[in-house]
């Protein structure tokens, strides 16, 4: 089982816009990417949701949520962040066979 919390923070790649605010504070605005998530007739509710949580670092209520919507709407966006990111999420949350797309956004 793959855990976020072991994950190695790295910086963002070579042409990744970085802005300083007024208060000297750095933002990476290197963030126009959405993960979506398809429905399948493989996964169980409680397998979407757990791995929905363990990919995005989300709350219970945002993962039932999401995993609802996957149902009954075919998809759902499941995360915005950089394209990094994005590919890490989607790379964890296909481990157990789920359609995951990262398309700008």
Do not use: W
């Amino acid at each position: 089982m793959i855990h976020l919390s072991n994950a190695t923070p790295t910086l963002p790649k070579e042409g990744t816009h970085v802005k300083t605010t007024d208060d000297a504070r750095v933002e990476f605005t290197d963030s126009g990417y959405i993960v979506i998530v398809y429905d399948n007739d493989h996964n169980t509710v409680d397998e979407v949701i757990q791995i929905l949580m363990e990919a995005t670092s989300c709350l219970l209520e945002e993962a039932v949520q999401e995993t609802v919507e996957i149902h009954h709407l075919g998809k759902s966006v499941v995360h915005h962040a950089g394209k990094h990111e994005c590919d890490f999420v989607a790379m964890v949350i296909r481990t157990i066979g789920i359609r995951v797309e990262v398309v700008e956004g």
